[in-house]
């Protein structure tokens, strides 16, 4: 039923729940969508979002907030990699407020990888040939549209608190900002174009799965990751599992560039400069931090059940498997990324021992006048 063939009685009627229904309904089963049909499903899911994500904090922050080992395990990060980070980005919190900050935060950081599970569930239809091709196709272009709607309420979230909160600019400092801007509107301006264009294509259902669910592993186990107390053995195998998947994710994940240059009709020469982009900016520096790793990790293993080791081995050899896991958690490259957009954006004062004092200069003489002029 197409909300254009109601009665316009029918339709005053019709609560704004019924409409958006009815809007959906005709999206999944019309092929011929428009954009200005689409964009309103975009706004659907920003509100849809929004809402989830206040219930959800607020749920999960009541259930959380203060728990021993919530404020251990953000004590732990912030001594890991934590102060580095905030003081790179030039972000001047105490560790008390780090840690506040943190302890709400984390429950904004477990909506974000559920939505992006979500996101990717849409596209399981399409993928595996389930029902009929034209729905399933439809379902995975809402978990575009889903990932679009999700990115416009987090920008307008952003910079909402950042204008109207006391703290704002020390919570989304600038670089962190800019940088979620150039993230955000990659989705949010092809989004919709690649629907209009690409709807039936399922390398683009590919491509919205594969973003999705690499996102929600990655942001997951990182989340989890922070709680392991590496000292303990059975919680550092658990470390060594988790990290292993996250790369094994990031490697698998490069076939979204197969995917994307599929649509585009790029030639095979393009695939592989965006495979070999993606695995040189990601996979080799994380696969890298991983074996220095799993090689320190190995050493402290081997002096924890040496009986004969000393106290300060024993001291040095924790000390090194802490600085291990600093860099593999430390995502090096965003952060010098950010920095250099701080650096762009940065105020900066004209220095006066640079400059030249105008009276001087005009008093001094002019070495040019009294000479004889040559005549050749």
Not at 36 to 41: C, D, R, V, Y
Not at 53 to 77: C, G, M, Q, S, T
Not at 260 to 286: A, D, H, I, Y
Request: aromatic share 10%.
């Amino acid at each position: 039923m197409n909300i254009t063939s109601i009665p316009k009685a029918s339709i005053m009627r019709i609560s704004p729940s019924d409409a958006a229904v009815v809007h959906l309904r005709n999206f999944i089963y019309d092929n011929s969508s428009t954009a200005s049909e689409t964009f309103p499903i975009v706004i659907m899911f920003a509100v849809f979002w929004y809402t989830s994500f206040y219930v959800l904090k607020k749920i999960i922050r009541k259930l959380v907030h203060n728990k021993p080992w919530l404020l251990e395990a953000i004590e732990r990060d912030y001594e890991r990699s934590g102060k580095k980070i905030f003081a790179d980005l030039k972000v001047n919190m105490t560790k008390e407020e780090v840690i506040q900050w943190g302890m709400n935060d984390w429950p904004r950081m477990q909506c974000i990888y559920l939505q992006h599970l979500v996101g990717s569930l849409f596209c399981i239809p399409s993928i595996l040939g389930i029902g009929d091709a034209k729905v399933s196709a439809s379902l995975a272009c809402l978990g575009v549209l889903s990932e679009v709607g999700w990115e416009v309420q987090d920008l307008a979230e952003m910079f909402f608190v950042r204008a109207l909160c006391t703290n704002g600019k020390k919570i989304w400092p600038g670089g962190i900002v800019v940088l979620f801007l150039f993230h955000h509107s990659l989705t949010m301006v092809l989004g919709v174009p690649m629907i209009m264009f690409y709807r039936m294509n399922k390398d683009l259902h590919w491509l919205c799965f594969d973003l999705q669910i690499a996102a929600f592993v990655g942001l997951s186990l990182g989340e989890y990751t922070k709680m392991l107390n590496i000292q303990d053995p059975a919680q550092l195998k658990r470390f060594k599992v988790a990290n292993f998947i996250v790369l094994v994710t990031m490697a698998c994940g490069q076939e979204y560039f197969i995917g994307l240059t599929s649509v585009s009709n790029c030639s095979s020469r393009g695939t592989m400069m965006g495979l070999g982009l993606s695995f040189s900016l990601r996979v080799q520096p994380f696969w890298k931090k991983f074996v220095k790793f799993l090689n320190v990790s190995a050493e402290y293993e081997d002096i924890e059940k040496d009986i004969g080791a000393s106290v300060d081995m024993r001291r040095a050899s924790a000390a090194n498997l802490e600085q291990a896991v600093a860099d593999l958690l430390d995502d090096t490259e965003t952060r010098e990324l950010i920095g250099f957009i701080e650096s762009i954006f940065a105020t900066r004062q004209v220095s006066r021992r640079h400059t030249v004092n105008v009276s001087r200069v005009a008093a001094a003489p002019n070495p040019v006048i009294g000479r004889k002029r040559h005549v050749w």
